[in-house]
């Protein structure tokens, strides 16, 4: 199985959420292993989402001197299967900070009905590489969607 591909557009951010969106097409190698005659997206790709979403507010905060390593989830709850062809908004709001341990509360909605929430908490970890900075930067302008900087 292939590494999940990660959210597909930035929609918002601020000091305190981001908003992600990643569509399902139904090509994605995992619905052949994953019900094949009633393909759904598994919890863990809609969590990874999450993550992913909490990975770019980390690193938009900090200019890109800082990316995340998860360190919890908890109260992971989906109401309704994804199926191939939902696209998935995913939010996550800043809930508690201690030094770099951020507790964040996410939310996964299709249509605007909420289908599954979760409460994940983060470190923060400093980027070494100078050459990260850059790349991510690239591929945040491919996926902003929001407004002009």
Known sequence: MR????????????????????????????????FPKYPVVPGTYLLEGLCECIRWWT??????????????????????????GDRVTLRVALQ???DRLRTF?????VDGDVIGHATLTTSGMAVKDPAYAAHRRG????????PAE
């Open 139 to 146: 591929v945040f302008r491919y996926l902003w969607h929001g």
């Open 96 to 98: 508690g900070e201690v």
């Open 105 to 109: 509360w996410g939310e996964c909605r």
């Open 3 to 34: 590494d999940f591909i990660p959210i597909d557009e930035i929609l918002a951010w601020d000091p305190h959420t981001l908003h992600g969106r990643k569509g399902f097409s139904g090509r994605e190698p995992y619905f052949e292993a994953h």
């Open 59 to 84: 690193e938009l905060r900090s200019d890109f001197a800082e990316t995340v390593a998860v360190r919890g989830v908890k109260g992971a709850q989906f109401t309704r299967f994804v199926r191939p």
